[in-house]
């Protein structure tokens, strides 16, 4: 674990793709603490007047042992030179958290083009390249991987393909797949990076794999098989399977989807979220409903609330009927996190820094 000292806050903008990762525009990231040590990253919405306290009480909840907290704005547009945009409202969130005993220690901007501090009677700013001129605050630590976001249909070849197996896949071939579910979404995830190459050495189509998986998780029972095999594995599949096959499925599986439990690989969990992404940009729209159910429950494990939340909407109004899109959209408003993020001080994966 590392251990950083951040004392300015270009500083802090120079260490935020090692501490949340990709950060996207339009955001508001919220950076708690806890004793001066970084806690989980939190990405919500931009405030507006009427969405400041549910910002606040998201930010209060999802950090439920911090002491202070850094805001920072992350803007789609260039500051340019008027301004900082939304100083009243973010002004309205530092308020609130002030007031419930949260100390607000910066309010950041950062866009295309500078950086901002709201602190600054009138807005102190500078420009990108200030940030890239400094020392580096923590030498030989690496950024996190890049998180996919929410997944969008892309009309590419692969797509395409997909959908014309759809079109073509035989009763029998689904019904063999749904006789060894695991073996048939696995390989559609191995080969999930392989959708635009074509056929492999051994005639395998990466695009026939995944509409097949996309044809299995069309099932409630295929589709939380398909989601504990990316957080656990096959040998915690394999019993969850039996017991769905024996009409008793496990209370320790259902409370997995809850958040609950021992931290997971967050190196698995990335891996899968990025192959799944790349089957749901893949997937008709009409049949991506359960898909972006279990992009989105992957990025709930990682403790991107927001990019979960948004799966679930999406899939709501794809399939209305689908039951498992609100009950991740509830589980994300309930807890925010998984208690393996919340607890944990930080995202899986994320390396903790200390302010002073």
Partial sequence: METVKIRTPQSLLRMLPRLV??????????????????????????????????????????????DAVVLVAC??????????PLADELGHVARRLERAGMRVLEVLALAPDAWGDYSAPAGARGPLAELELLDDP????????????????????????????LGALEGGVVAAARDDPIAALELAVSLADRLEEGPTALGIDPTKAAALAIALVVSPAQRDLAIELAIDGTSSAERTLDAIEGDA???????????????????RLRDRLQRWTAIAEATPL??????LVIVGFLHFFLGRGRSAGRCAELAMAIDPALTMAP??????????????VL??????????????
């Fill in 21 to 66: 990762g990709h950060t996207e525009a339009p955001s508001l990231v919220a950076l708690p603490f806890s004793r001066g040590r970084s806690g989980m990253p939190m990405a919500l919405d931009l405030p507006d007047r009427r969405s400041a306290a549910p910002i606040a009480h998201a930010v209060r909840r999802g950090a439920r042992r911090a």
């Fill in 343 to 356: 607890w944990s001080g930080g995202e899986a994966g994320a390396r903790p820094a200390t302010r002073e």
């Fill in 327 to 340: 009950l991740l959209r509830d589980i994300v408003d309930a807890k925010g996190a998984p208690d393996w």
């Fill in 249 to 267: 499925a496990t209370e320790a599986a259902a409370n997995r989807f809850l958040g609950v439990g021992p931290a997971p690989d967050v190196d």
């Fill in 286 to 291: 009409e049949l991506r409903a359960p898909v």
């Fill in 75 to 84: 803007l789609a547009q260039p500051l340019g030179a008027g301004r900082l």
């Fill in 138 to 165: 923590a030498p030989g630590v690496p950024e996190l991987p890049p998180i996919p976001g929410v997944p969008e249909g892309r009309g590419s070849a692969a797509a395409l393909e997909v959908a014309a197996w």
